[in-house]
């Protein structure tokens, strides 16, 4: 199963945001500079793309499917950018093996931008995941946000988390959300089946998000695991225990977020130790993210703590 939000050729659920942007794009008020944020797997990466192929195959052979809210898998747009060659568009978004967007992959940016377009078309540049910007990569593309060249875009993804106000004041802000019967449809359509085959119900909430809910899937699917039959708890120790969010940013992610979800799940009012280990930990994952500490003595601490006691 493939979730990566750039093969997505349907969209759904946002179809008012994408109808809303073409309207300011046919008056020439598309600001160049836009912010989605959103809770991370609500299809804010999905939209961006959609967005970009409907402005830059506009002259081409398959054009966007406005009436179906669909990208032409035969578009020339499309099949560049999954080439990684469209000279139209460029991603920023976080290696691999790193933990944080870096000055070089900005510094790379700037170079890029700077060279000549091949076309007349509009350029985008699409970031995905800002809250992992460090500091001197930031205050790098405050610099080129400022005063961007002609006919560049600039998409920012913020998955809900706090970025510095200069970042924020210098992008038009849309908040994308889904209400959970969204959620619920939408991920049964990509799955092209009923979610609940998949999962058993204590891995869905009303916070629960299509990319959210897929990743946890493509995680059990890759790895052979049945989750109508195995509990959040266990799945929990499996992936700490097997250490495999060593190699796999995606996977250090789905912890982070059943970390979550179990709280959210056990959590009570009569239970004041449990609450009072929701805080310790929340702030300990925050803290983890933002100076890059060590995620292992994290995930060992919270199995033995919570999972041991």
């Keep these: 199963m493939n979730i990566d939000p750039s093969k997505q050729t349907k969209l759904y659920g946002h179809e008012d945001h994408i109808n809303s942007l073409l309207k300011l794009y046919k008056k020439d008020y598309l600001p160049n500079k836009i912010l989605f944020s959103g809770e ?11 967005l970009i192929n409907l402005i830059l195959s506009n002259d081409e052979v398959g054009v966007y499917d406005l009436k179906n809210f669909q990208i032409n898998s035969e578009n020339k747009s499309f099949r560049l950018i999954q080439n990684k060659s469209n000279p ?16 070089g992959q900005i510094r790379n940016l700037i170079l890029t931008l700077n060279k000549s377009s091949f076309n007349t078309k509009p350029r985008f540049v699409l970031i995905d ?6 500091t001197n990569s930031i205050n790098a593309l405050l ?13 920012l993804i913020n998955n809900n988390k706090k970025i510095l106000p200069t970042l924020k004041s210098r992008c038009l802000n849309f908040k994308i959300s889904l209400t959970f019967e969204q959620s619920i449809s939408i991920t049964n359509k990509l799955l092209n089946e009923n979610l609940n085959n998949f999962l058993n119900k204590e891995f869905i ?6 990319g959210q809910l897929l990743n946890i899937i493509n995680f059990a699917n890759i790895n052979n695991i049945d989750l109508k039959n195995l509990n959040l708890k266990d799945l929990i120790s499996k992936i700490i225990l097997d250490r495999k969010y060593k190699k796999d940013l995606s996977i250090k992610y789905l912890i982070y977020l059943l970390i979550e979800l179990y709280f959210r799940n056990n959590i009570s ?16 994952i925050n803290t983890t993210k933002i100076f890059n500490l060590d995620e292992e003595a994290l995930f060992m601490e919270f199995e033995d703590k919570i999972f041991n006691e």
């Design 88 to 103: 139209n568009f460029i991603l920023v978004d976080v290696n691999q093996e790193k933990k944080n967007i870096d000055i």
């Design 269 to 284: 009012i009569k239970n004041i130790d449990l609450i009072n280990m929701y805080n310790y930990f929340l702030k300990k």
């Design 129 to 134: 995941n800002i809250e992992l910007l460090n």
């Design 40 to 50: 991370k797997g609500v299809g804010k990466s999905t939209l961006a793309y959609h």
């Design 143 to 155: 610099k080129i946000l400022e005063e961007p060249n002609d006919n560049i875009n600039f998409i």
């Design 205 to 210: 909430t009303y916070y629960s998000t299509p």
